[in-house]
C-alpha cells in the first residue's frame, strides 16, 4: 500500500510510522520548513517553544512512547515552579504537578526523532487531492506531484482538511470540529524577570499562559519568556498586526508580573489561527475504507499532543486491518 499523508505534525507523523510498521510505503508531506506543526520551535534570535509547551501523558501506549523517547535524550522531564493567577494584582497560587514532558532541546525535537525513519517531505503545499481510477493523486500549487497513492490522510487542522476533502462526504465531518487561535509572544530579557514561579496559568487579563522557557532542561537561554493569550483575547484581537499584538501583550505581562522588567533584549509576535480545539468530532479518526481516504488529528481525539498521536496510530490501525 502506498500512502500519502498530509501534515508532518504529530498525527502525520504517529500515522506514518504505524504504517511504516505495518508494511506500508509512506510519504509525509508538510507545507513547513520542517516537521512538527504545532509542537514547531521557533528560530529566532534564540528558540523558543512557541506552539505546544509541553506533553502530559493518560495513555499506556503514549506513555511507552515518550519513555522511548526518553531513553533517545529527546525528550526530559520539565518540573517548573507552576501557579495559578486568578486575578490581575492578586496572589499566586500553586497549581498541578502533573508530569510534564517536553522535547530537548526544543518541542520540535519530539517530530524531528519521529519524522528520522521516515520520508517527509517539506515545504510541499498540497492543494487538491483528486480521485483517480486507481487511487489518489496530490497536487502542489497546481502541478502534480509524482506517483499514485493507494491511500490519502489529511491531518491538516480541520478548516484545511474540510477543504482538501471538498466534495466527500467525511468533509462534512471534519468541518464540524471547531478551532480557537492563539497569539504568542516570545520574549528574551537582558536578566532574569524576578518571579518566584517558571510558568503560570493565567484566568484574567488577555493572557492564559506565561513560561519561563529558559528553565525547561537543555535551553541555552536562561532568560526566555514565552506568553500566550487567551482563545478569547486572540479571536479579538486575530487581524491585528505582531507589532500591536507584542505591545499590548509585554504590557499585560508587566501588570501581571507586577515588578519592573529587566531590558528586553528580543521580542516578537506569532500567530496561530489554528492553535486549540475547542469542539472536537466524537470519532477518533475519520476512515473511508472504500475511497481509501481518512483524516487524524487532535481535533479527532483531545485537543492535545498525546490525543494527535493517539489518532494518527488509530487511523493507521484502521487502514492496516483495512
Ligand atoms: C499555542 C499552542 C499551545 C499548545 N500547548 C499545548 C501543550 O502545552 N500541551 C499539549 O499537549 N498540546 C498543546 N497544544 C496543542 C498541540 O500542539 C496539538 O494538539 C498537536 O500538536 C496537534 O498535532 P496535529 O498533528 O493534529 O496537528 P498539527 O500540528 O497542526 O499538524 C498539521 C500539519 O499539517 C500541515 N499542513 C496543513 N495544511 C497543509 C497542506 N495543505 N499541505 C501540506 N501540509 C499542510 C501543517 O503545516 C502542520 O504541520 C498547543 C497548541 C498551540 C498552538
New binding site residues.
Given amino acids: 500500500m502506498r500512502v500519502a499523508i ?8 504517529s500515522c506514518a510510522r504505524a504504517l511504516s510498521a505495518g508494511g506500508a510505503t509512506v510519504t509525509v ?4 520548513r520542517g ?5 514547531s520551535t521557533r528560530r529566532a534570535a534564540v528558540p523558543f517553544d ?7 501523558t493518560r495513555d499506556e501506549a503514549f506513555q511507552a512512547e515518550v519513555a522511548r523517547l526518553m531513553l533517545e535524550d529527546v525528550v526530559a522531564e520539565w518540573s517548573p515552579r507552576i501557579v495559578a493567577i486568578d486575578r490581575i494584582g492578586g496572589a499566586a497560587r500553586p497549581s498541578s504537578d502533573l508530569p510534564r514532558f517536553v522535547g530537548v532541546p526544543g518541542m520540535n525535537a519530539i517530530a524531528q526523532a519521529l519524522a528520522a525513519p521516515l520520508d517527509v517531505q517539506v515545504d ?4 487538491a487531492v483528486d480521485r483517480v481510477a486507481d487511487g489518489w493523486h496530490l497536487k ?1 500549487g497546481g502541478e502534480d506531484l509524482p506517483h499514485r497513492f493507494d491511500a490519502v490522510v489529511l ?3 480541520p478548516v ?1 482538511t474540510a477543504t ?1 476533502l471538498g466534495a466527500h462526504p467525511l468533509a462534512e465531518k471534519a468541518a464540524a470540529a471547531r478551532m480557537a487561535p ?1 497569539w ?1 509572544v516570545m520574549t528574551s530579557w537582558a536578566d532574569a524577570v524576578d518571579v518566584p514561579y517558571d510558568a503560570a496559568f493565567v484566568n484574567d487579563g488577555p493572557l492564559a ?1 506565561i513560561a519561563r522557557d529558559g528553565s525547561k532542561p537543555g535551553r541555552p537561554h536562561p532568560h526566555t519568556w514565552v506568553l ?1 493569550a487567551s482563545p478569547t483575547w486572540s479571536t479579538e484581537h486575530l487581524e491585528q498586526t505582531p507589532d500591536e499584538v507584542l505591545r499590548m501583550l509585554l504590557d499585560a505581562f508587566e501588570a501581571l508580573v507586577r515588578r519592573p522588567l529587566p531590558t528586553l533584549a528580543f521580542s516578537t509576535a506569532h500567530r ?1 489561527r ?4 475547542t469542539s472536537g468530532i466524537e470519532d477518533p479518526y475519520l476512515w473511508d475504507a472504500t475511497d481509501r481516504i481518512g483524516a ?4 479527532c481525539r483531545a ?6 498521536w493517539l ?2 496510530r488509530a487511523l493507521a490501525g484502521a487502514m492496516l486491518a483495512s
Fill in positions: 498530509i501534515g508532518a505534525g504529530v498525527a502525520g507523523l508531506f508538510d507545507k513547513g516537521p512538527a506543526g504545532r509542537i512557541h506552539g505546544a509547551q509541553y506533553v502530559t510541499v503545499t498540497v492543494t502542489a491531518t491538516a487542522p484545511q482538501l492563539c504568542a499562559w500566550h496561530w489554528y492553535a486549540y480545539v487524524a488529528g487532535d481535533w485537543p492535545r499532543v498525546e490525543g494527535a489518532s494518527g
